[in-house]
């Protein structure tokens, strides 16, 4: 078992910057791809960032290119996202997840409670 706890998130005005931070516990957190997924209001959910469980070879959705990074700490046990250049369409709940290292929400076993971000225009 892995429990993972979210925290960051907020209100931002577009361009602006947030990190979120995914706290660990539980099984080894080297054991596990980590990935970061959000869901829009009246959307399905969506993939945005993964990195890799051995080499932290990364991984984004186009719509975030270069302006998100997806990072984890293994001394902390912690999983970050730091977001650039906000934008209004980035707006949503955001959850972080661990497990096998695709974009598919369907391969990750455990995931947070998720935290908003909202970005105003």
Excluded at 2 to 14: E, P, Y
Excluded at 64 to 86: C, E, H, P
Excluded at 97 to 119: K, N
């Amino acid at each position: 078992q892995v429990q993972l706890v979210q925290s960051g998130g907020g209100l931002v005005q577009a361009g602006g910057s947030l990190r979120l931070s995914c706290a660990t516990s539980g099984r080894s957190f080297a054991n596990y791809a980590m990935a970061w997924f959000r869901q829009a209001p009246g959307k399905e959910r969506e993939f945005v960032a993964l990195i890799s469980k051995v080499v932290d070879a990364t991984y984004y959705a186009d719509s975030v290119k270069g302006r998100f990074t997806i990072s984890r700490d293994s001394a902390k046990k912690t999983l970050y996202l730091q977001m650039n250049n906000l934008k209004p369409e980035d707006t949503a709940a955001y959850y972080c997840a661990a497990g096998r290292g695709t974009d598919s929400q369907r391969e990750y076993d455990y995931w947070g409670q998720g935290t908003q971000v909202t970005v105003s225009s």
